[in-house]
């Protein structure tokens, strides 16, 4: 453990933006998975629904700092492909 008191924070603070990073990460994933079993079911009207729902929160956790731009434009890309193939 750091004696300094600038560096106790730190860790704390680290801490707090990990387990942030971690659920937006995770809710990311979510809407991905949601999106993917609703082109499977082969429901277009709900996949482009889940999909913009996705974007949102892609784009949202680029402008927060948490996914790379290009990391985000890949899941981007992926997901309307994926609905695209059920059109």
Sequence with gaps: MANIKSQI??????EKARQR????KSAI????????LAVEAK????AEELMNAAFRLIDK???DGIQHK???ARQK???SRLVNSIR
């Design 9 to 14: 924070k730190r860790i704390k603070t680290n």
């Design 21 to 24: 990073n971690a659920s937006a």
């Design 29 to 36: 994933r979510t809407a991905i998975k949601k999106v993917r």
């Design 43 to 46: 429901d277009l009207a709900k």
């Design 61 to 63: 956790s680029v402008s």
């Design 70 to 72: 290009n990391t985000a």
């Design 77 to 79: 890309g992926e997901l």
